[in-house]
């Protein structure tokens, strides 16, 4: 089992940044990579960073990219993403995701990013 709670959501004027964090506990040794996703009102949610462990790979999404910085901390078993040149378009739920070396999935409960213009 692998529980994982995100924090550092908010809102922001167009322009700001924000820090978002994921915290990993329980079996954390078993996770084989972390992303980012995010879920606007009406709208499926989608893939916006990935970290793969145990490769020096990040992937973005294109409208992430050059804006967002995905990264981790191993001794604080907490996940990251740096989001800056926020605009009203990123407004969504970000949940923070893993995947176990197993194929298990788990899922954040989410929190809130809202950018204002």
């Known amino acids: 089992q692998v529980q994982l709670v995100e924090s550092g959501g908010g809102s922001v004027q167009a322009g700001g940044s924000l820090r978002l964090s994921c915290a990993a506990s329980g079996n954390i040794f078993s996770i084989n990579l972390s992303g980012w996703y995010r879920q606007a009102p009406g709208k499926q949610r989608e893939l916006v960073a990935i970290?793969?462990?145990?490769?020096?790979?990040?992937q973005y999404l294109d409208s992430a990219k050059g804006r967002f910085t995905i990264s981790r901390d191993t001794a604080q078993n907490t996940v990251y993403l740096q989001m800056n040149s926020l605009k009203p378009e990123d407004t969504a739920v970000y949940y923070c995701?893993?995947?176990?070396?197993?194929?298990?999935?788990?899922w954040g409960q989410g929190t809130q990013v809202t950018v204002s213009s």
């Open positions: 995701h893993a995947r176990t070396i197993n194929g298990d999935d788990y």
């Open positions: 970290i793969y462990y145990r490769r020096d790979i990040t």
